[in-house]
């Protein structure tokens, strides 16, 4: 991969900016994922999350982390949708 | 020199780092419990206003929107901030009423804001229903910005200066002598792991970092902190969630709130709808989780104010902690014991946009000493007085 290889691109960041992160001392990945925005697109880190892992855990040496937070919805979900459900629970 | 250790690396903490470095005072060290941008700081809508109903709010935000104008510029790090003003609406008699007055407060101190007829309403935001709406608002010099980058900016910069910024420390109590704060107590801390809770987890020895000032601006976990102390803060934390939708072309220019239903929506310069509205009861205590029943409320919310928005996909939800306090406004200044520490919380989900300004003020109040007729009116010994303040231009 080069350095400017994409590694999330819903937010077009590349492998030089995460690695970026990286040496500035962002050594957890929801640190990075905040440095860099990866993962906060339409994919919401489908593809991403999982090279940011890696690349974390070979330069720290640590064993991979979890995956970032997951923010609901699973999927993308029209607002129109939403509206006409019931869910009026906390939950 | 003296030693100042700063409890909370969100935006006030290290605004007020960086500030204190700026004057000379560089051996500062700023903690926080987890990674940065993880409270309130990296979780708000990045709202920057100065549409207020108290004078002393208008002034300040005034001032905070000249720094986030030059910050780019002297920080080096492109904040996405955008002036496309705050309009404010409201569809009750009383709310509308509040707005008048309010406006013509804002115009005395020197602000363009101005009520808006119905068709100045529909010429900004075309899309909005303007069913039953009583009354509006709108002060074009007020903004959005993107958190994130803002706190590393800030970070960024206080760490040139020679301030050390310590991520995954907690404080786990204090050492005293003679009134005072020799020693705080910390403990290196890691994620939970397998939770979703934001809760962290003891990941070494405490040990004893000493000063000769101590700043606490942790926000909705200042209480907990200051207990440590024996010291009774009256905030409380307050759940706050909100969500983001698809990036769409560039069509709302200003940051919509409804006084009446604590809906409020802006457009990124990412072009995402981010915004949230109120829903209550929320749980007790610091609580980050994010619920359906936000989801929908803020759904239905939102399509009726912009029905054109039905056919626009969420994508993300979060939730972060507003930092409540009986009055409506914030708890700063110095305590009479211990002597020197200083409070910076309760800015009740404004402590982000006001941080710029009050991150200034605060480095002043402890390189010098010197307090203000500002602080004095916000100090914690106002409950105890009696002297209450008041604010109605709070939203959610």
Redesign the interface.
Known sequence: MTAKAMLCRCEDVTLDEVMEALDAGHH?I??VK??T?FG???C?GKQCVVDCARLLAQVTGRAP??PI?????LH????????S??????? | MPRVVVIGAGILGLATAYNLAKRGVKDVLVVDR?????GAS?RNGGGVRAQFSSETNIRLMRESIEICRDFATEMKINVWFRQGGYLFLTRTAARARDLEENVALQNRCGLPTRMLDPSELHRIVPELSSEGVRAASFNPGDGVVFP?PF??GYARAAKDLGVTVR??TEVVGFETRGGRVTGVRLRPTR?S??D?T?EVLPAGDPYTEACDDVVLCAGAWSPKIAALLGLALPNKPHRHEICS???LKPWLGPLVADLSDGLYFSQSMRGEIVGGVAVEPV?EGINQQ????F??????A??RAIPT??????????AGCYDLTPDGSPIVGRVAEPSNLTLACGFMGHGFMMAPVMGRLLAEHVATGQTSPLFARWGLDRFARGALEHENMIIG
């Open positions: 957890d929801e640190s905040r440095y925005g906060t697109g339409w919401q982390e979890m937070t997951p923010r609901p919805p993308p979900v029209p607002l129109g949708v939403l509206a459900l019931g869910g009026d629970e906390e939950g | 987890a990674y940065l941008c993880g990296g994130w706190i590393w991520p995954f994620l792991p397998l979703a934001d939708t698809e990036p749980p994010s619920s359906r029943r989801l929908t409320t803020y759904a239905r939102l399509v928005m039905a056919g626009v996909r969420v994508l993300r939800q979060w």
